[in-house]
């Protein structure tokens, strides 16, 4: 299994980015799809969850109203759209992927993308 991901840099407090994360080896829409990020010196923290057909999301609070997650199962990808950003969001940001919600943090997972919010 390989998880993907792209999109990530440098912007400014305010401003947006689009995470992408591509998916190959597994049965795409069979899975539950999420991503988690990690600050320096902090531990993984969920960020967001879609179900299998998308019909069902989950965020974390701190980026509900700002992010959106969805999935295109005919491409096997997975997006995270980020607006408002703040400096609090800087991160790396890792797509995952579980059979279950329950087992997303420890299904799967990508190499990262470092997301940088300047303020």
């Known amino acids: 299994v390989q998880l993907v991901e792209s999109g990530g840099g440098l912007v400014q407090a305010g401003g947006s980015l689009r995470l992408s994360c591509a998916a190959s080896g597994l049965t795409f829409s069979s899975y539950v799809m999420g991503w988690f990020r990690q600050a320096p010196g902090k531990g993984r923290e969920f960020v967001a969850a879609?179900?299998?057909?998308?019909?069902?999301?989950y965020y974390a609070d701190s980026v509900k109203g700002r992010f959106t997650i969805s999935r295109d199962n005919a491409n096997n990808t997975v997006f995270l759209q980020m607006n408002s950003l703040e400096h609090e969001d800087t991160a790396v940001y890792y797509c995952?992927?579980?059979?279950?919600?329950?087992?997303?943090?420890?299904?799967?997972r990508g190499q990262g993308t470092q997301v940088t919010v300047s303020s």
């Open positions: 995952a992927a579980g059979a279950t919600t329950a087992t997303l943090r420890t299904g799967y």
């Open positions: 879609v179900l299998y057909s998308g019909g069902g999301t």
